[in-house]
């Protein structure tokens, strides 16, 4: 079954096709033919026999009857031998249906994997070689311009996840809320959640500040939705990290009483762990305990 991490970025895709000549263009520094439509294409290719192939997406610049260039899109999450094979019959299949020039844009979760992808493909035909456009999401540019987030919400997705724990960090999370503005409820949800499984501890929080900082009157009703939520959420997490820090505190002064010697190292441990249980264990041992050993090994 699909996972999450390959079939979110192509929902992407199949919600504003815009994002795909926008990436190719980043990856590839060639500015795609200028288009007055854009539409999705069909992912099932298939020749002349019966064998049936389908790519993950595909996006037509220009007329869907008579594009100017289509684009196939692939999610690669790892090295996967047969794609050197399946590709070229992508491109190939596609430009025969299509009469039209193609192109491949391929999106990997790390750089490891997009090198593997850019390796070049030989045809065994003289000079016909296929090399792949390959974009690591970690190396996706930062989109910090609201509008920009607003006119592609999408690229700001990408743009979050590969750039959150970044100089910009603020300026990018803020342009990720400015785009679930304009997002409706069920996308906004989709997109949401995505990033947020994707984000560290200090970006998270970060976004949530954004959101509920009072700044801006957010609109959407997810917006409005998400706040009540992180609001919630907030307390919910303050009254744990309030219990933790008390827990801690009073399992040091149980320590001290004993007459055990604590070191720095011992005293961020206990402060820095987030597992009531286990300070409740360490402090249960510490009752009895004849040394440090005894408690924490």
């Known amino acids: 079954m699909p996972s999450t991490y390959h079939e979110v970025p192509l929902d992407l895709f199949r919600n504003q096709p815009a994002l795909a000549p926008e990436l190719l263009q980043a990856v590839s520094g060639i500015k795609p033919p200028e288009y007055e439509q854009i539409s999705l294409g069909s992912e099932t290719l298939t020749d002349c026999k019966p064998t049936e192939y389908r790519c993950d997406s595909t996006v037509l610049l220009g007329d869907p009857e008579h594009p100017d260039l289509a684009i196939v899109v692939e999610v690669q999450l790892r090295p996967e031998q047969r ?31 997009a090198a593997w992808c850019r390796e070049p493909i030989e045809s065994g035909h003289h000079a016909w070689t296929l090399r792949p456009w390959a974009l690591s999401l970690t190396e996706v540019p930062a989109v910090t311009d609201p509008d920009q987030a607003r006119s592609l919400p999408e690229l700001a997705v990408l743009s979050t996840v590969a750039n959150a724990d970044g100089p910009e960090q ?59 939520e992180g609001k919630i ?44 249980d286990q300070i409740h264990t ?8 004849s040394s440090l050993n005894d408690i924490f090994d």
């Open 282 to 289: 360490w402090a249960r041992r510490a009752v009895t305990a």
């Open 83 to 113: 794609k050197r094979y399946t590709w070229p019959v992508y491109l190939s299949t596609l430009r025969a249906r299509r009469e039209c020039a193609v192109t491949l844009l391929v999106l990997c979760p790390n750089e490891s994997t």
């Open 233 to 276: 959420e907030g307390k919910i997490e303050g009254k744990i990290e309030g219990k933790l820090e008390g827990e801690a505190e009073l399992l040091l002064v149980v320590l001290e009483s004993r007459g055990f010697k604590i070191d720095d190292g011992l005293r961020r441990r206990i402060t820095s762990c987030q597992d009531l």
């Open 170 to 228: 603020r300026a990018v999370l803020t342009a990720f809320a400015e785009a679930l503005e304009v997002t409706d409820r069920d996308k906004g949800e989709l997109y949401h959640d995505y990033v947020r499984s994707q984000l560290s501890q200090a970006a998270r929080h970060c976004l949530e500040e954004i959101m509920q900082a009072g700044v801006y009157e957010w609109q959407s009703d997810f917006a409005r939705k998400h706040i009540a």
